[in-house]
């Protein structure tokens, strides 16, 4: 079984710039979370995706910005980089939008804004 | 505006020992509590969950409680082992939100279980 694997793991912006985030979520889950972690604190939620239709959306302003595609892996765009955009961006996927369905995340991928 | 707080930003548990994690939460609308571990460079790892309709539940070394009226829940690792050395997320989930399995996360809990 595929675990969720995202992708860069490390990538360096400078304010002003855009980013794409990738996510492949695990084998057999529809269902996309993206969550932003500052540092010492917890994720926080940004979106879901379920069957490529955003599916409830966190604080976030409206530059982040995603896709789900047929595949169920997942994308995360950030247009206009701050500074305060520097986190660790997590990916989680689960099986449907059923609450007690435990998500699964990936790594990561650790954004810094210069 | 916290909904889920873990208070004790780090713990130190000999080996072998009982480890017990707390976490609090405010809203009353939550009703699936989780447990994720999270090793550095690493994303969180799901460790264990638990519905509002049960008190307990149990996974080998692992124990969650949920006690609602108090709006708090705890973790038991026994017995305490070095690889459970890692920081330890609560998180919660249900609630009007308009995406019921979003997941709310306290700030962590650092464990060290030392030899």
């Known amino acids: 079984e595929t675990g969720v694997t995202q992708s860069p793991t490390h990538l360096i912006k400078t304010r002003g710039q855009q980013v794409t985030l990738r996510c492949s979520s695990q084998?057999?889950?529809?269902?996309v979370s993206w969550y932003q972690q500052a540092l010492g604190q917890g994720p926080q939620f940004i979106f879901q995706y379920y069957r490529e239709e955003e599916n409830g959306r966190g604080n976030f302003p409206p530059r982040f910005s995603g896709l789900q595609f047929p595949n169920y892996s997942s994308e995360l765009n950030v247009n206009a980089l701050e500074l305060d955009d520097s986190a660790l961006y997590l990916c989680?996927?689960?099986?449907?939008?059923?609450?007690?369905?435990?998500?699964?995340f990936g790594d990561g991928t650790r954004l810094s804004i210069l | 505006d916290q909904q889920v707080k873990q208070n004790s930003p780090s713990l130190s548990v000999q080996e072998g020992r009982i480890s017990i994690l707390n976490c609090d939460y405010t809203n009353s609308m939550f009703d699936y509590f989780l447990w994720y571990k999270k090793y550095p460079a690493e994303g969180p790892t799901f460790l264990i969950s638990?519905?509002?309709?049960?008190d307990k539940n149990e996974d080998g070394r692992f124990t969650v409680f949920l006690n609602k009226s108090a709006k708090h829940l705890s973790l038991h690792i026994v017995p305490s082992q070095p690889g459970d050395s890692a920081v330890y997320f609560c998180?919660?989930?249900?609630?009007?939100?308009?995406?019921?399995?979003?997941?709310?996360f306290g700030t962590g809990t650092r464990l060290q279980v030392t030899l």
């Open positions: 998180a919660a989930s249900g609630g009007n939100t308009g995406t019921a399995s979003k997941l709310t």
């Open positions: 084998s057999g889950h529809n269902t």
């Open positions: 638990i519905s509002s309709i049960k």
């Open positions: 989680a996927s689960s099986l449907g939008v059923n609450e007690n369905q435990p998500q699964h």
